[in-house]
């Protein structure tokens, strides 16, 4: 069993930025990978970003490059999601989640084992 815990999440105006942390406790793998995604009303579950923990790979959906940011921190079993230059429309519950067993980046929500409880994230404008 692995739990996640997610925080960070809030609101801000259009521009700001908010750092969301999901922090992973139970049972350890030899290799993983951990992601975010979002789910906006009325939308399908969509991935955002994910990082590689033994290779430090990451990859981002087209809508968030060089505005959000991935990172990993090894001793507290954590990764981050920096989100800068936010906008209205990435207003979302953000997911954390955990897919074992594999160094690849997969972008497809059912591949993924373990999930957080979610974390709103709201944008004004």
């Known amino acids: 069993q692995v739990q996640l815990v997610e925080s960070g999440g809030g609101l801000v105006q259009a521009g700001g930025s908010l750092r969301l942390s999901c922090a992973a406790s139970?049972?350890?793998?030899?290799?993983?990978?951990m992601g975010w995604f979002r789910q906006a009303p009325g939308k399908e579950r969509e991935f955002v970003a994910a990082?590689?923990?033994?290779?430090?790979?990451?990859y981002y959906t087209d809508s968030v490059k060089g505005r959000f940011t991935i990172t990993r921190d090894n001793a507290k079993n954590t990764v981050y999601l920096q989100m800068n230059i936010l906008k209205p429309e990435d207003t979302a519950v953000y997911y954390c989640?955990?897919?074992?067993?594999?160094?690849?980046?997969?972008?497809?929500?059912?591949?993924?084992?373990?999930w957080g409880q979610g974390t709103q994230v709201t944008v004004s404008s």
């Open positions: 989640a955990v897919k074992t067993t594999t160094w690849a980046i997969n972008i497809r929500w059912d591949n993924y084992d373990y």
């Open positions: 139970g049972r350890t793998f030899s290799r993983y990978v």
């Open positions: 990082i590689s923990w033994s290779l430090g790979n990451t």
